[in-house]
């Protein structure tokens, strides 16, 4: 692997890890198992072992959880940080474990070096602060410096005492995990289930979302507990060993895990971790491995900390547990992308001591690769106790049809495909679609898109409910229904005179707003803007991009290969998916796009002659306007609204006429509203560093494309100095 190659993918490896972090830690809904999340760590680790010369400030090596996101909690800067663990995955991990510590403390290779040992609890950590034995503040670990208060709600926890008992030093931050047990889980699912509420997917995300509620109240009524493993911030540690120093935890009346042993050597931690192994499925809590301390508390202070995890301790982490069963049906599931899910339905089977009834297979080329039809015997898993998922099929053999995917959605028969290089089969139907119509509509009304004050996310699907909305358009019709809507409840004069005042605000909207708010794939807020800066009419760009044999031309053959269209903008995720031309040459029985239509040649080169306007683009505002249902949308919206002309005004400025790329994480505007600075400014906003760069505005985290500037010798200010040039402008 060259440099150039690693540093891209430790690029990827860091904003992936950082997604999970963000999902398990501060929403609650993790989309990866454990095993994969620590494949990528283990990955990233391996990269910067082989090239240190290219760590990233923003590496997964250097974080601990994930920032804490905004939230009505209030923040806690905790005196010490709560670090993360290193991981072992094997008995010879664990051994070098033992024989680095040995040659870190310079101690001989037969030196004894006492650990303890004692189950790692799947749950929320949590650092409990007592002054002269009175617990005065909780908080989560957030992202290892700033956590959530949630004081008001462990004092809702039995098993945290408001009081220490016995003799206590004057400051004691006790930390450790707030669960929940499966037998209390499985009843709060049930409860949820019956009043119709949110079903939790694991015990883990259950004591999360129970902890971390505005309302204590809330936090009262779920069945949560506490288990110590450690401690932070105290003005005496009153024991010289780890072993000792939880006992009197213990005694203090805060419960430890009733697996806590002292081992003296490696033979004994892996008898002990294969001990816990076996009576996992019987805890009554969830864990996922065994947690191996220095037992000595000045061989900790000696072996200190890296970037994120102490020298001095380890994690052995618990394979996924297994089971058998049959594959009944395969379900498709239809997402608010267009994207086509298949759920295999089980024959109900208990699995590290939860029911799983579903599991999902991914995507087409998962069910090719497993080769599983409906009554196929299979293998699962619920790796990291997180998401069930198929290892294997047992009877792929067994003489039965292959499984067919289909080729068209299954709640708008439109036809579903997959562009080439993707695995993902996608629906086309758009805002046909009824799996997807809301949430166009809520794209469409998004900030970054027409901004429709008022109109959230629940007003849309209600109005949906209510026959209102279909596409765009309806949007603008609703003055027409005042009277109706003042006739639902939570509806009053003034917020229903406010919201269509909202909309009425927006019937002369940016053209550039209006094109992103349509969810063209490809086509994001930056893309947008570049697309009407060269066409400056909506209807030039429409004449441009739409094609058909009968306007003459007739369509071309697009190459293989598609270019990235603005990676960087909000619709690079966006909920909203292109519509596909239906006579697009596809193999009949795998709707994947290998040679497609494109934008007849005069069309093309002009598109394409747009700077950061790749074939990916050209081929989307093809697709998008060859389709006579995206058409008819179309002019029906553009019956109610009347966007401007597209002009772009520039100031004079210091960077009027340069190039800036922006690089790292910006903290007060967004890339897009950055970008769209520097273009008011009169300078051109690139995506990469080249010789031709003028200005490099640099965040936190930025990596390589500093090392470019600086490699080529341009000049790098970070963002406040950009914010003065935006403000010398005026």
């Known amino acids: 692997m060259t440099e150039t190659e690693a540093a891209n993918e430790l690029m990827r490896l860091a904003r992936e890890i950082a997604r999970h972090n963000r999902l398990y830690h501060a929403d609650d809904s993790p989309e990866v198992s454990d095993a994969e999340y620590d494949a990528l760590v283990r990955r ?5 072992a082989a090239f240190p010369q290219l760590v990233r400030a923003d590496s997964p090596s250097r974080l601990v959880g994930h920032e804490v996101a905004a939230s009505p909690l209030s923040k806690v800067t905790h005196a010490v940080r709560m670090m993360s663990l290193d991981n072992a995955f094997a008995d010879d991990e664990v051994e070098e474990f033992v024989a680095r510590v040995r040659r870190y403390l310079n101690l001989p290779d037969d030196a004894a070096v006492a650990m303890t040992a004692e189950d790692k609890i799947d749950g929320l950590s949590c650092s409990l602060r007592y002054e002269r034995g009175k ?20 004092a809702h926890i039995a098993d945290i005492p408001q009081m220490l008992h016995g003799e206590v030093p004057d400051l004691f931050e006790i930390r450790g995990e707030v669960y929940m047990a499966k037998q209390d889980f499985t009843a709060l699912n049930a409860g949820q289930a019956e009043r119709g509420e949110k079903v939790f997917a694991n015990p883990r995300n259950a004591a999360a979302g129970s902890l971390r509620q505005k309302d204590a109240s809330v936090t009262a009524s779920r069945p949560l507990r506490f288990l110590a493993h450690g401690w932070g911030a105290t003005s005496a540690v009153p024991e010289a060993t780890q072993f000792a120093m939880m006992q009197r935890i213990a005694a203090w009346g805060v419960p430890v895990s009733p697996y806590l042993v002292r081992c003296e050597n490696a033979a004994q931690m892996l008898q002990h971790y294969r001990t816990i192994e076996a009576a996992r499925a019987d805890l009554p809590y969830d864990i996922d491995g065994v947690v191996y301390k220095v037992d000595r508390l000045d061989w900790q202070e000696r072996l200190g900390f890296v970037a994120k995890a102490p020298r001095w301790a380890i994690a052995r982490k618990f394979p996924a547990e297994q089971a058998q069963t049959t594959l009944e049906a395969i379900d498709i599931q239809v997402g608010r992308t267009g994207k086509l899910t298949p759920v295999g339905r089980l ?4 699995v590290g001591g939860v029911v799983v009834a579903n599991v999902t297979l991914h995507n087409r080329d998962e069910i090719a690769r497993l080769g599983v039809r409906p009554g196929d015997r299979v293998t699962i898993q619920r790796a990291g106790d997180v998401i069930p998922q198929v290892v294997e099929n047992l009877t792929r053999d067994a003489p039965r049809a292959a499984y067919d995917f289909p080729d068209h959605c299954p709640e708008c028969g439109s036809e579903a495909v997959a562009e080439e ?64 809507i003042l006739e639902r409840e939570g509806w009053k004069d003034k917020s229903v005179d406010n919201l269509l005042a909202a909309i009425e605000a927006k019937r002369t909207p940016d053209a550039a707003r209006l094109l992103f708010g349509l969810g063209i794939r ?4 930056v893309t947008a803007r570049d697309l009407l800066k060269r066409f400056v009419t909506l209807e030039r760009l429409r004449e441009m991009a739409h094609s058909s044999p009968d306007r003459g031309g007739g369509p071309a053959l697009l190459v293989e290969g598609h270019a990235p269209g603005d990676a960087t903008s909000p619709a690079s995720s966006s909920p909203l998916v292109p519509l596909h031309h239906p006579a697009a040459s596809r193999e009949a029985t795998r709707p994947t796009r290998s040679l497609s239509l494109a934008p007849p040649p005069r069309a093309g080169e002009e598109l394409l002659s747009i700077d950061g306007i790749g074939p990916a683009v050209a081929e989307a505002l093809h697709d998008f306007f060859h389709e006579q249902h995206n058409r008819d949308v179309w002019d029906d919206l553009l019956s109610e609204v009347s966007p401007p002309d597209y002009v772009v005004e520039t100031r004079d400025s210091a960077v009027a006429g340069k190039t800036v790329v922006f690089t790292g994480k910006l903290e007060t505007i967004s890339r897009d509203e950055a970008k769209a600075q520097a273009e008011r400014l009169g300078a051109k906003a690139a995506g990469s560093v080249s010789a031709k760069t003028d200005l490099v505005v640099a965040g936190p985290g930025a990596g390589s494309k500093l090392k470019q500037a600086a490699a080529l010798g341009i000049e790098v200010i970070d963002e406040a100095g950009w914010a003065e040039i935006v403000k010398a402008a005026g």
């Open 421 to 484: 290089g993707e695995v993902d089969v996608r629906c086309t139907g758009g805002l046909i679609c009824p799996a997807q119509r809301t949430e166009r509509l809520k794209h469409f009304v998004s900030r970054a898109a027409l901004d429709i004050e008022g109109l959230g996310e629940k007003t849309i699907d209600e109005f949906f409910a209510a026959g209102w909305l279909e596409s765009p358009a309806d949007i603008f019709r609703l003055r027409t229904r005042r009277a109706e």
């Open 522 to 525: 490809h086509v994001g807020a």
């Open 44 to 48: 990233n680790a391996a990269l910067e």
């Open 347 to 350: 024959t109900p089977v208990t």
């Open 135 to 154: 617990l005065v503040r909780a908080a989560t670990r957030g992202d290892g410096q700033v956590g959530e208060d949630v004081t008001p709600n462990v």
